[in-house]
């Protein structure tokens, strides 16, 4: 991805390190201080005290050579300094920033510094959702929901409700980036019960319709290096998945992941699509991650296996959705939903706390449309549904928050 930085003419500070700086809470690797003040500076609204640690200014004095502005730092890490003070000491010791790019930064610092150490942890997590790094974002909110408990039952002071159910919906966003709808759904249900917004109950209601069978035939088409091939071959024994993936180096990387998970119910196919599906058996289910540009041409020959297909679309782009729109117009989608689901990212706004949305993704899914709920108790959930008019939708995307 080409980063484009606007800065200041500069000569390079140190050296460009062998040995990357991995930013933990950011899942960012940096090489030299340039890269360092670029992350810094975009991300500032992400750091916290965190950043301020030994393994750092060791990085930056021995790996980087910059030993003078490491003997700056280690008193600032050791006297528990300012996080402001940290940043911006490093950011005009290199130089290739100017005056009101830097105060920019200290305006932004000064923002995150009103969050809880949970809402900027939130913040650091939904970072991840945003860059579709979903396993990672995962762990990174079971982590805050058991740190959310342990200070619940310690009686300690705790951010607004509206916030705990944020975390909760955004773990369903990550759950459906890997295709876990119905776990997803449990989540999107348990942030309806914190927080009774309709984004939640939308959210909930798309994931049902989405769940996997017991005895399913899957074509993960787009597969990558398997994320969601394997979570579909762990929903169920009985659950055969054909990953097809054009891409030489990411099907050894998915065969490494099919061994290491033992999910033998993966079949891998290397070859794009559609060309790949002609002589696979037909598929109860259908994941498009990436069409190529052949989104029709796949559906058509899906749609001539089984007329019944279920059809999951996950689209980040607006183009996308449209290449879906028209497969609409020509019968190759039926029942069609578009739902945008959003993960969103707290920020202060004076002496309030407001939730922003980021990038949406869209999950448009068709075909093999169920009638009812099948056994599942929807309770108040369903009632409420009814008591609604149902999802609500236009032109086949459901608003969300």
């Not at 310690?154 to 119905?182: F, Q, S, W």
């Not at 998915?254 to 033998?264: A, V």
């Not at 599906?277 to 598929?283: A, S």
Request: hydrophobic residues 40%.
């Amino acid at each position: 991805m080409e980063m484009r930085m606007e800065m200041k003419a500069s000569l390079c500070v140190g050296e460009y390190c062998e040995t990357a700086y991995n930013i933990e809470e950011l899942e960012i690797r940096v090489y030299c201080m340039e890269e360092l003040c670029y992350c810094l500076k975009e991300n500032a609204f992400l750091l916290d005290m965190s950043i301020m640690n030994d393994k750092l200014v060791d990085w930056i004095g021995e790996e980087c050579r910059v030993r003078e502005l490491a003997k700056q730092l280690y008193p600032m890490v050791h006297k528990q300094g300012s996080l402001s003070a940290f940043v911006l000491t490093i950011l005009q010791y290199v130089g290739i920033y100017g005056e009101e790019e830097l105060q920019a930064v200290a305006q932004v610092l000064k923002q995150g510094s009103g969050l809880s150490n949970l809402e900027k942890r939130k913040s650091q997590i939904d970072y991840m959702v945003e860059k579709r790094k979903y396993a990672a974002a995962i762990r990174g909110y079971d982590m805050l929901l058991e740190t959310w408990s342990d200070l619940e039952r310690e009686g300690r002071e705790l951010p607004a409700g509206k916030v705990r159910a944020a975390i909760l919906h955004n773990k369903g966003v990550a759950l459906t980036g890997l295709m876990l709808y119905d776990k997803a759904a449990e989540y999107f249900r348990e942030a309806w019960q914190a927080d009774p917004d309709r984004s939640h109950l939308d959210a909930y209601l798309a994931a049902k319709r989405m769940e996997l069978t017991e005895d399913a035939v899957v074509y993960d088409v787009g597969a990558g290096t398997g994320s969601v091939s394997v979570e579909a071959a762990l929903s169920g024994e009985q659950i055969k998945v054909y990953a097809i993936e054009k891409n030489p180096e990411a099907v050894l990387l998915l065969e490494k992941n099919r061994r290491k998970f033992r999910t033998d119910g993966i079949r891998i196919i290397e070859g794009s699509a559609p060309e790949a599906l002609v002589h696979l058996e037909p598929p109860t289910h259908l994941f498009i991650g990436g069409s190529s540009g052949n989104l029709k041409e796949i559906l058509t020959v899906v749609k001539q296996k089984n007329p019944n297909v279920k059809i999951v679309i996950s689209a980040i782009s607006l183009e996308t959705v449209r290449d879906v729109m028209d497969a609409e117009k020509e019968g190759l989608l039926t029942d069609m939903e578009v739902t945008q689901i959003c993960a969103s990212r707290s920020r202060v706004l004076g002496q309030y706390h407001m939730m922003t949305g980021m990038n949406p993704v869209y999950i448009i899914s068709a075909g093999g449309k169920e009638d009812g709920f099948g056994n599942f108790d929807h309770g108040d959930l369903q009632r409420k549904r009814e008591n609604s008019g149902g999802v609500r939708t236009y032109g086949g995307i459901s608003g969300s928050k």
